[in-house]
């Protein structure tokens, strides 16, 4: 992803809210790749200068990390 994109895309406030919307409707044992697919999108966004790195940052991410923890599980 360029950074053009990236920087885009991040900025987004309410993106965070809608990935986790998003991983808790699919059912991870059956579609790994499209959960592998949904973590290297979110984990571009958050390279870089982007805001979603910094939004990210300045919020209480229990919520978020316990979701990517019941997906590495």
Do not use: P
């Amino acid at each position: 992803m360029n950074e053009e994109v990236r920087q885009n895309l991040s900025e987004k406030k309410k993106i965070k809210d809608l990935f986790l919307v998003v991983i808790r409707s699919i059912e991870i044992s059956k579609n790994k790749l499209l959960i592998a697919s949904l973590l290297s999108f979110i984990s571009n966004l958050c390279y870089g200068r982007g805001k979603l790195k910094q939004l990210l940052a300045n919020e209480d991410m229990q919520e978020f990390f316990k979701t990517i923890l019941q997906i590495m599980e």
